[in-house]
């Protein structure tokens, strides 16, 4: 089945985008991943990845060419599928849009919402994509109520996504009418958010047709669809309530609940809905309460009255996304290690001096992020990002930084790394650190990495391997740094060292290539005044 793709809000600010470069044509296969297009933000230019697959169908926005927010950006589905019906024409008719002409009710029509406003004094606000990979989100807080004034750029409430918690701004100018996810809920990006208008403005067949649309029911001979003005009404055939099993399919239930459900492991056929026509929304699998012989066995005791007792916990936003990326990148990119040990005594001599500064303190992770960024302007094959029909080179250093928090993992990119000081590398560290454990990392700031490092020597690991942050081609391990004997011009002395480990995509970073690398990254870190010459 075909599926409209539009102008995603790449930035918590963007209202149109630019589509720099299409990375596919016409008539290719798609697949969940690939990335579609370049698109060019306010902020900066991003890939824009598909979450669909198929064939694609149709290009609605050209390259060079601008378009607002939700505008069709093209259409993914089987190969020769008739996209007409999809293709709809906007025409003028005294000031208003006629989005349907007429409609044919026949017993084999999906539901479709008929319905236009002709007095819009109202504005929708839906769920806002504002992350790349931002799938569904997660009100943490409205910063307005019901009926409060809002103007352009007030911050409405604060948004969890997949990896941070931002600000969400209104474009729009009037009263908050209504709010459609209330604060701890998750909904689905382009989901109703809220509505503003004007005051006493009649917005409820708005809400009635999000809530059509959430229904997602085919209609089929045993199904009857009522089409009026206003009104969609489904009914769905008597069930004998005998049956010990039906079609899933059958049952009325919205997304959000039966995501829900399946996280929970309730049984459909055991609730009771309370929506419209009996559907079953979020609120009856939050409030279901099964019968004793329906709740799992939870505990094992035996003989000895021992429990095994354990809990679980919902996967957060953040946790379902580093789940997805490490799995596609474990499974695509054919990873290889190199790991080498380096001498630190100079490295320790080095930070010491540099310290005395006045106002500068550098760490040991800030001297081998700068000694990687030179060393990657010398090795550009390390530097790269493979795609499947090409190798980019980078010819700038953008180095993405691990910063572990509370809900997993996020990768702020120190951008043009080469180009920084010890000590300016050092505090966008240092800040961007802090800010990812408040969540209040900005998109851009996570996104562009040519190359990342990820420090455990702090924790006392001595040696680890890390999954490649695709598309690029490398990531570090660095371990602890570790007194022992070593051996020095043929005598046993105590010495400190530090082992990295350097995995590598072998489709990108040969073996050869990825030693060359390290070489060179052992002399500035074993000698890091170099760095400054």
Not at 40 to 48: I, L, P
Not at 181 to 186: A, C, L, N, P, V
Not at 253 to 267: F, G, H, M, R, T
Request: aromatic share 6%; charged share 25%; with cysteine.
């Amino acid at each position: 089945m075909a599926q409209i793709i539009n102008m995603p809000r790449l930035s918590d600010t963007m209202e149109e985008g630019v589509v720099a470069k299409w990375l596919i044509n016409i008539g290719d296969q798609v697949k969940e991943g690939d990335i579609l297009a370049e698109i060019e933000t306010d902020k900066a230019t991003m890939e824009f990845e598909s979450f669909y697959e198929g064939t694609l169908l149709h290009i609605g926005i050209k390259e060079g060419e601008t378009a607002a927010v939700d505008t069709l950006l093209a259409i993914v589905g089987e190969k020769d599928e008739d996209i007409s019906s999809l293709l709809v024409v906007e025409k003028p008719n005294n000031g208003q849009l006629d989005l349907v002409d007429q409609i044919e009710q026949t017993e084999s029509l999906d539901i479709i919402n008929t319905e236009v406003n002709t007095n819009l004094n109202y504005k929708v606000v839906t769920m806002p994509r504002l992350s790349d990979t931002m799938e569904e989100g997660t009100v943490s807080s409205w910063l307005v109520n019901i009926g409060d004034q809002v103007k352009e750029g007030d911050i409405l409430a604060e948004i969890e996504t997949d990896k941070a918690t931002m600000e969400f701004e209104s474009f729009q100018e009037g009263t908050l009418l209504y709010i459609g996810i209330k604060e701890g809920e998750t909904a689905l990006v382009d989901s109703l958010l809220a509505i503003i208008g004007d005051e006493g403005a009649n917005f409820q067949s708005e809400i009635k047709k999000y809530e059509a649309g959430e229904l997602g029911v085919s209609v089929n001979s045993s199904e009857k669809e009522i089409l009026t003005e206003n009104k969609i009404e489904v009914t769905k055939p008597v069930v004998d309530e005998g049956k010990s099993k039906i079609d899933s399919d059958r049952i009325l239930v919205s997304p959000l609940a039966k995501k829900i459900a399946k996280e929970k492991n309730i049984d459909l056929l055991l609730v009771k809905g309370s929506g419209d026509n009996g559907r079953i929304v979020k609120e009856d699998i939050e409030n279901f309460i099964p019968l004793k012989s329906d709740i799992p066995l939870m505990s094992i005791r035996s003989n000895h009255s021992e429990t095994e007792d354990f809990e679980e916990i919902e996967n957060s936003q953040m946790r379902k996304v580093i789940a997805k990326r490490l799995k596609e990148s474990k499974f695509t990119a054919p990873h290889y290690y190199l790991s080498v040990e380096f001498d630190m005594d100079n490295a320790i001599a080095f930070r010491k001096q540099y310290n005395t500064i006045p106002d500068t303190k550098i760490s040991f992770n800030d001297i081998i992020v700068k000694a990687c960024a030179i060393s990657l302007k010398q090795h550009p094959r390390v530097n790269s990002q493979w795609f499947e029909d090409k190798i980019r080179l980078n010819h700038y250093v953008h180095i993405g930084v691990a910063v572990g928090i509370t809900d997993g993992l996020v990768v702020p990119v120190i951008r043009f790394a080469d180009q920084k000081s010890l000590p300016e590398t050092g505090a966008m560290i240092k800040d961007y650190a802090a800010k990812a454990r408040d969540k209040k990392l900005l998109p851009e700031q996570m996104q562009g990495s040519t190359f990342t490092v990820s420090n455990l020597g702090m924790f006392g690991i001595q040696e680890f391997t890390s999954i490649i942050n695709q598309p690029n081609s490398a990531i570090l391990s660095v371990g602890s740094i570790v007194q022992k004997p070593v051996v020095k011009e043929d005598k046993i002395q105590v010495g400190n060292t530090m082992k990295l480990t350097l995995a590598c995509d072998h489709r990108t970073v040969d073996g050869v290539t990825g030693s060359l690398f390290l070489e060179t990254l052992k002399g500035y870190i074993e000698n890091p005044v170099t760095m400054l010459v």
